[in-house]
């Protein structure tokens, strides 16, 4: 069944959860697509797990350009929302916009998703306008990584789990279809969901809202440097990995592989003129 944003919505009215993942290129989208997840989020996260940065800041448009690409190439069913990066959006109406259309022009992204509560709802309502759907983002927002002083539970105060309810409402006002709730406590979690009439989608945030999301390198035990408390691990392919490239190693160096079933045949009368 295709996913749509209006799949999205009747899934929470009917109190049925919601599946998510994160992909960055073609083969992973597609196993994650046949395996039947409703969503897939190519995430600025792969600037830590595909390229290897510290944090998200780095990622340009063009890297989400080019893995969003391969990522809708793979995805048949699930609704692919593709991320903004930072400073695509921040800056001003007009470049939120139109960063926002190339994503969708230039990849077959179906939505996409920026971080933020009121500070950015005129974006949100502006690329909505365009016709584009719009994921929004709040709690540890990993964009506002050096305001935070790390990668910090948020909404544990009274201001901020206030601050945080009003932005989930604000920012179905100004017309996204969902919104991640990253590392916030788990009631707070609750409260947000049951304020607002489109899905939540907790990474870090509990089991009451309407979907989780996790990156897929942490919940197959793919990404070693470090492990959120919010991941839970669903597989060793990590280790599978690392395994099957030293049987790789092992066969290469004691010549056991290849053997003639992987290699192709040539008429011996061509080889004899050849020496
Ligand atoms: O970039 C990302 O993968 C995300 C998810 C963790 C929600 O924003």
Redesign the pocket.
Known sequence: MKNTVSTFKEMKSKGEKIS?L?AYDYSMAKLIDSSGVNGI?V????GMVCLGYEN?LSVTMEDMIHHTKAVTKGAKNALVVS?MPFMSYQTSIYDATVNAGRLIKETGAHAV?L?GGATVCKQVKAIVDAQIPVMG?LGLT?QSVNMFGGFKVQGKSEEIAKKLIEDAKKLEEAGAFSI?L?CVPYKLAKIITESISIPT?G?GAGKYCDGQ???YQDMLSMFSDFKPKFVKSFANIGSDINKGVKDYIKEVKESSFPEEKHSFKIDDSIIEKLY
Do not use: A, C, N, Q
Not at 43 to 46: T, V
């Open positions: 998510m994160t989020l995430g600025d996260s792969l998200t991320d998703k971080e983002h990993p991640v990253e989608i990474i999301i996790l990156v």
